[in-house]
């Protein structure tokens, strides 16, 4: 069955740092771009970050650039995302998703076939 | 940022009905890199429509989508109670990122 499954979410406190990570399996993680999305409570959807199979091509969203860093493990069939100097505004359930690849656009972008359940993170004092 | 505008942001319809959902970019979306997804309560997003008009895998034909450069539809020929739901659309060609619309939500009449 394919798979992913979020986990490390949390309450944190304003300025500190979380890091997520998203467990994969069932597809041959190595092949396939993928992406961190969040949705506030009650929100709509917003793409975060996602990165190429390989790491060479990475993007985020201008409201967390500098803030986040994405990364991957392929050995481990890994993602991740560091999150330092949390706001407020963060306060989201994260998604991590892969990208279907006859949608892929410039090794990175695309569309996402698979989502995970999400991991919620509250930042709050 | 490629910003889209999705209209209208509340649909009331009764099953059996047409829906027709609207969603509208700020610039031309590069090759119909356009994809629409589904999410329910409580459930991550499924992915309905890529390429605007593709329907993804095990999709019901029901479902279909239309459009390019600036304006797209979604279209459900007939409303099944489990389509009730908000649904979103997201561009994926733009250098500059990912972006989706606020959504429509589709609830019964």
């Known amino acids: 069955e394919v798979q992913l499954v979020e986990s490390g979410g949390g309450l944190v406190q304003p300025g500190r740092s979380l890091r997520l990570s998203c467990a994969a399996s069932g597809f041959t993680f190595d092949d396939y771009a993928m992406h961190w999305v969040r949705q506030a409570p009650g929100k709509g959807l917003e793409w975060v970050s996602g990165?190429?199979?390989?790491?060479?091509?990475?993007g985020y969203a201008d409201s967390v650039k500098g803030r986040f860093t994405i990364s991957r493990d392929n050995a481990k069939n890994s993602l991740y995302l560091q999150m330092n100097s949390l706001r407020a505004e963060d306060t989201a359930l994260y998604y991590c998703?892969?990208?279907?690849?006859?949608?892929?656009?410039?090794?990175?972008?695309?569309?996402?076939?698979?989502w995970g359940q999400g991991t919620m993170v509250t930042v709050s004092s | 940022e490629i910003v889209l505008t999705q209209s209208p942001g509340t649909l009331s319809l009764s099953p059996g009905e047409r829906a027709t959902l609207s969603c509208r970019a700020s610039q031309s979306v590069s090759s119909s890199y356009l994809a629409w997804y589904q999410q329910k309560p409580g459930q991550a997003p499924r992915l309905l429509i890529y390429g605007a008009s593709s329907r993804a895998t095990g999709i019901p034909d029901r479902f279909s989508g239309s459009g390019s450069g600036t304006d797209f539809t979604l279209t459900i020929s007939r409303l099944e109670p489990e389509d009730f739901a908000v649904y979103y659309c997201?561009?994926?060609?733009?250098?500059?990122?990912?972006?989706f619309g606020p959504g429509t939500k589709v609830d019964i009449k």
């Open positions: 998703a892969k990208v279907l690849p006859i949608t892929m656009v410039q090794g990175r972008l695309g569309a996402f076939d698979i």
């Open positions: 997201q561009q994926y060609g733009s250098p500059e990122g990912i972006t």
């Open positions: 990165i190429s199979w390989n790491s060479g091509s990475i």
